[in-house]
């Protein structure tokens, strides 16, 4: 009992330490496989020698300390190797102590906002950028990052590997990219963090809780890169918009776990500490950019600001919504934002609003490649179509959608409203 | 799991005098730059000495009559607190170690999420208090 709570010790201190351990490492070690290697050791050490000997007055120095033993002790080793042959022994008789150049000085916090760029490079793939961020930079055991992506703890190991192998096969330099790179690289971060995010958004209530810790983990990636890079608009942006789509969770399912949809959502169930700290952090990059239209995150952020501000679903400003998917689309075309947009369309008031104007937008996307498949659309459609009053088009348009989706209660939902719509309402 | 960390009152901080602390408030300020850059940090607020407060006391009637601050005993009570996204306790525990304070204590507690009511109290009870705290939230917001 007393090892397993030194073990959660551990645990917690790892979590807290690791990202500027491994970070640390990785600015003078150039290579961030080996700082992590090297942490790990630090890792097993402690987990070994702290439930006897306690938990030092600074476990930070402490592990630091004990990686950069590691290190030294390798480069030693290789050292010795080496003088054995004699044309290198000598000229390593005449040279200084090897270690002279090596500096080891307190981690900066530039180091953290390095160790996350290094993790999103876009030489990895998707799946490569967060597995290692998760890993190097959020603390998390490769055991819990496979069980959060229900794949095997052998086959993330293999993941991480060869993500590291590729960094360094890559030599990418262990830096915060400048000047025009900066823009690219950024998005790469952030679009990895709204990976993790939706990973565990996404997941169906009932699927493992670790799944809903994703969206944690990645809220407190976001707030990280917020604070690291406090000038970049979008880092606040991408975090208001996960604390705001995070705050509906708790009202997303029913009693009887089935989906339930934002507009019938009971908004008492909504985290408002979230709400509170995402429209802050909204504020903040609105007053950085001085816009609130200045990229993607920060207008998905003001769009999901709109719902977590209307007391009811009734109060829901949709003409504001409509205007700001117009500029989301200028930003990033697609026809499912057009989908959503046909939707606020839909519920707007006013001349150029109502669900006829949203249908006819739907029936200008139906023949787009992009939405075959797309459930949403017809599921969109049913609804418009049984707004207006024609319920035999609407009844087929949800039994369509129903075969589309993969997800059960999703499917469940689309027949009832089938269902309803044949029954006259 | 949020967790709330509570802060005791010291006799300073109850008589106002904060002139004599200038160095701890640079030292709370370096660990709060800390919490936030670590990505835990939702809500963190300091509370205006007990002088300036109230106490309700209810009897077993329901009556109630009001005593005026300042409250006895500064260890008794809180005088800031913060809220926490953490990953564990323990978690929680190792951040709060590392927090720049003497001689005091300080509390951690988890708080509820709707998920620990559900299935104990009637759900037209845990439906109403949600509905209650949703319009506070609301007034809160505006």
Same mark, same amino acid.
């Given at each position: 009992?007393?090892?397993?709570?030194?073990?959660? %010790?551990?645990?917690?201190?790892? !979590? *807290?330490?690791? +990202?500027?351990?491994?970070?640390?490492? &990785? =600015? @003078?070690?150039?290579? #961030?496989?080996?700082?992590?290697?090297?942490?790990?050791?630090?890792?097993?050490?402690?987990?070994?020698?702290?439930?006897?000997?306690?938990?030092?007055?600074?476990?930070?120095?402490?592990?630091?300390?004990?990686?950069?033993?590691?290190?030294?002790?390798?480069?030693?080793?290789?050292?010795?190797?080496?003088?054995?042959?004699?044309?290198?022994?000598?000229?390593?008789?005449?040279?200084?102590?090897?270690?002279?150049?090596?500096?080891?000085?307190?981690?900066?916090?530039?180091?953290?906002?390095?160790?996350?760029?290094?993790?999103?490079?876009?030489?990895?793939?998707?799946?490569?950028?967060?597995?290692?961020?998760?890993?190097?930079?959020?603390?998390?055991?490769?055991?819990?990052?496979?069980?959060?992506?229900?794949?095997? %703890?052998?086959?993330?190991?293999? !993941? *991480?590997?060869? +993500?590291?192998?590729?960094?360094?096969? &890559? =030599? @990418?330099?262990?830096? #915060?990219?400048?000047?025009?790179?900066?823009?690219?690289?950024?998005?790469?971060?952030?679009?990895?963090?709204?990976?993790?995010?939706?990973?565990?958004?996404?997941?169906?209530?009932?699927?493992?809780?670790?799944?809903?810790?994703?969206?944690?983990?990645?809220?407190?990636?976001?707030?990280?890169?917020?604070?690291?890079?406090?000038?970049?608009?979008?880092?606040?942006?991408?975090?208001?918009?996960?604390?705001?789509?995070?705050?509906?969770?708790?009202?997303?399912?029913?009693?009887?776990?089935?989906?339930?949809?934002?507009?019938?959502?009971?908004?008492?169930?909504?985290?408002?500490?979230?709400?509170?700290?995402?429209?802050?952090?909204?504020?903040?990059?609105?007053?950085?950019?001085?816009?609130?239209?200045?990229?993607?995150?920060?207008?998905?952020?003001?769009?999901?600001?709109?719902?977590?501000?209307?007391?009811?679903? &009734?109060?829901?400003?949709?003409?504001?919504?409509?205007?700001?998917?117009?500029?989301?689309?200028?930003?990033?075309?697609?026809?499912?934002?057009?989908?959503?947009?046909?939707?606020?369309?839909?519920?707007?008031?006013?001349?150029?609003?109502?669900?006829?104007?949203?249908?006819?937008?739907?029936?200008?996307?139906?023949?787009?490649?992009?939405?075959?498949?797309?459930?949403?659309?017809?599921?969109?459609?049913?609804?418009?179509?049984?707004?207006?009053?024609?319920?035999?088009?609407?009844?087929?348009?949800?039994?369509?959608?129903?075969?589309?989706?993969?997800?059960?209660?999703?499917?469940?939902?689309?027949?009832?409203?089938?269902?309803?719509?044949?029954?006259?309402? | 799991?949020?967790?709330?960390?509570?802060?005791?009152?010291?006799?300073?901080?109850?008589?106002?005098?904060?002139?004599?602390?200038?160095?701890?408030?640079?030292?709370?300020?370096?660990?709060?730059?800390?919490?936030?850059?670590?990505?835990?940090?939702?809500?963190?607020?300091?509370?205006?000495?007990?002088?300036?407060?109230?106490?309700?006391?209810?009897?077993?009637?329901?009556?109630?009559?009001?005593?005026?601050?300042?409250?006895?005993?500064?260890?008794?009570?809180?005088?800031?607190?913060?809220?926490?996204?953490?990953?564990?306790?323990?978690?929680?525990?190792?951040?709060?170690?590392?927090?720049?304070?003497?001689?005091?204590?300080?509390?951690?507690?988890?708080?509820?999420?709707?998920?620990?009511?559900?299935?104990?109290?009637?759900?037209?009870?845990?439906?109403?208090?949600?509905?209650?705290?949703?319009?506070?939230?609301?007034?809160?917001?505006?």
């Amino acid at each position: 009992m007393a090892d397993a709570a030194a073990k959660a %010790t551990v645990e917690a201190v790892w !979590r *807290i330490e690791s +990202a500027r351990l491994i970070a640390g490492l &990785a =600015r @003078v070690v150039r290579d #961030v496989g080996l700082a992590e290697d090297l942490a790990q050791d630090a890792l097993v050490a402690a987990l070994e020698q702290w439930p006897s000997s306690g938990v030092p007055a600074n476990p930070g120095a402490w592990l630091t300390a004990v990686a950069r033993r590691r290190y030294v002790d390798g480069v030693r080793r290789q050292a010795s190797f080496e003088r054995r042959i004699p044309e290198i022994a000598r000229q390593l008789a005449e040279a200084e102590d090897p270690m002279a150049d090596i500096e080891f000085g307190a981690p900066v916090e530039d180091d953290v906002l390095r160790l996350i760029f290094t993790a999103c490079h876009p030489a990895l793939s998707r799946d490569a950028r967060v597995a290692l961020t998760l890993k190097l930079v959020a603390g998390l055991s490769t055991e819990q990052i496979a069980r959060a992506f229900l794949v095997s %703890t052998p086959t993330m190991a293999a !993941r *991480i590997t060869r +993500a590291k192998k590729a960094l360094a096969d &890559a =030599r @990418v330099p262990f830096e #915060v990219p400048a000047g025009a790179e900066l823009a690219a690289r950024l998005a790469s971060v952030l679009e990895v963090v709204y990976l993790i995010f939706n990973e565990g958004y996404s997941a169906t209530s009932g699927e493992s809780w670790t799944r809903a810790e994703l969206c944690e983990e990645a809220m407190r990636l976001g707030r990280m890169l917020a604070a690291l890079a406090p000038d970049e608009p979008e880092a606040h942006g991408l975090v208001a918009l996960m604390e705001i789509q995070a705050s509906r969770i708790p009202a997303r399912t029913g009693r009887d776990g089935e989906l339930i949809t934002l507009l019938h959502q009971d908004r008492g169930r909504w985290n408002r500490l979230l709400i509170t700290h995402g429209l802050a952090a909204l504020g903040a990059a609105e007053s950085l950019s001085g816009s609130e239209f200045s990229g993607p995150y920060v207008i998905q952020a003001a769009l999901a600001a709109c719902h977590a501000r209307a007391p009811a679903a &009734a109060d829901t400003d949709w003409n504001r919504i409509v205007a700001l998917y117009d500029v989301l689309l200028s930003l990033v075309p697609s026809p499912v934002i057009e989908l959503n947009r046909a939707v606020a369309v839909s519920m707007a008031g006013g001349p150029a609003g109502g669900p006829a104007a949203g249908l006819a937008i739907v029936d200008a996307l139906a023949g787009s490649p992009a939405l075959r498949g797309y459930h949403l659309l017809p599921s969109v459609r049913g609804d418009l179509l049984d707004r207006l009053g024609r319920r035999a088009e609407a009844r087929a348009e949800f039994e369509r959608a129903a075969a589309m989706t993969a997800n059960a209660s999703e499917r469940a939902h689309l027949l009832a409203r089938a269902a309803r719509a044949a029954a006259g309402g | 799991m949020r967790v709330m960390v509570l802060v005791k009152a010291t006799e300073d901080s109850e008589r106002g005098n904060y002139a004599d602390h200038a160095d701890e408030f640079v030292a709370m300020g370096r660990y709060n730059e800390e919490l936030v850059k670590a990505g835990i940090m939702l809500a963190a607020d300091g509370l205006a000495p007990s002088a300036e407060g109230k106490r309700v006391v209810y009897d077993s009637a329901g009556g109630s009559r009001v005593i005026d601050g300042p409250f006895a005993e500064a260890k008794e009570i809180v005088g800031g607190f913060w809220i926490w996204q953490v990953s564990s306790l323990e978690e929680a525990v190792e951040w709060v170690k590392r927090a720049p304070f003497t001689s005091t204590s300080v509390e951690l507690r988890r708080i509820h999420e709707a998920a620990d009511f559900e299935g104990q109290l009637p759900q037209d009870i845990v439906d109403a208090e949600k509905q209650l705290r949703a319009q506070a939230g609301q007034q809160r917001d505006q």
